[in-house]
């Protein structure tokens, strides 16, 4: 099957892409833009990948599912468009950082690319949402293509940050080698749970003294 997603990721996961769970995957996600309205637009899915080729891939943050609200979601995970209000998790997300790395500029607006340029793979487990049914993409295989997609990077590079936020994420770490990557585990960012483990929990700084001690580029936060 011929996906449109970045050159580097179709090598790595065009297994994936053969599988007939991929397929039905597929298939499904056409039908529901074909009839109803989903998020993000269909040049969006894959804008993740886009952004963050896999040979630059130095740190993961797993989201769940894309924003449902209309023009939030544009493909990576906590981020929004620009000229979007930012959501309460991102606000969330930017207090930590600010409390973690002082000296950070405040964010200019919620997207995220400015991350993702820098080798930040902002990815949500499931790719697409109908608008205003949270969930509703969910078990179709989304998470059987994004599980792999973990698991590739886990298998075929060394030293990179896997940023795990609330239960749902952490569950990933199975899929992860502990021996070769540094793996992050908090709270979620939202406002119902970041008070229990979010706040204080520094991954931002965590982050880039990791990627300073194995020899690599700290991300610009």
Not at 32 to 41: F, I, K, M, Q, R
Not at 78 to 85: H, L, T
Not at 179 to 194: D, E, Q, R, T
Request: charged share 20%.
């Amino acid at each position: 099957m011929n996906v449109k997603i970045e050159e580097s990721w179709r090598k790595v996961l065009q297994s994936e892409f053969e599988q007939p769970y991929f397929q039905h995957l597929i298939a499904f996600v056409k039908g529901e833009y074909a009839t109803t309205t989903v998020y993000p637009p269909g040049p969006s899915i894959f804008h993740a990948f886009e952004a963050c080729p896999f040979d630059e891939v130095k740190v993961v943050i797993l989201g769940q599912d894309p924003y449902h609200g209309k023009g939030q979601a544009h493909g990576l995970s906590f981020s929004v468009a620009e000229g979007i209000r930012t959501p309460p998790s991102l606000q969330n997300i930017f207090k930590e950082l600010q409390a973690d790395i002082p000296e950070t500029p405040p964010a200019p607006n919620g997207n995220l690319d400015r991350w993702a340029r820098q080798g930040v793979l902002l990815l949500n487990a499931t790719l697409t949402v109908r608008a205003g049914e949270p969930a509703s993409h969910q078990k179709k295989g989304w998470e059987q293509f994004t599980d792999a997609v973990i698991r590739k990077i886990s298998e075929e590079k060394q030293h990179v940050v896997f940023i795990l936020w609330g239960a749902y994420a952490q569950k990933k770490s199975e899929l992860i080698d502990a021996k070769k990557h540094l793996i992050l585990k908090a709270a979620h960012p939202s406002p119902y749970a970041a008070d229990r483990g979010f706040f204080g929990s520094r991954p931002f700084s965590k982050t880039n003294a990791y990627l300073q001690q194995k020899g690599l580029e700290p991300i610009q936060w």
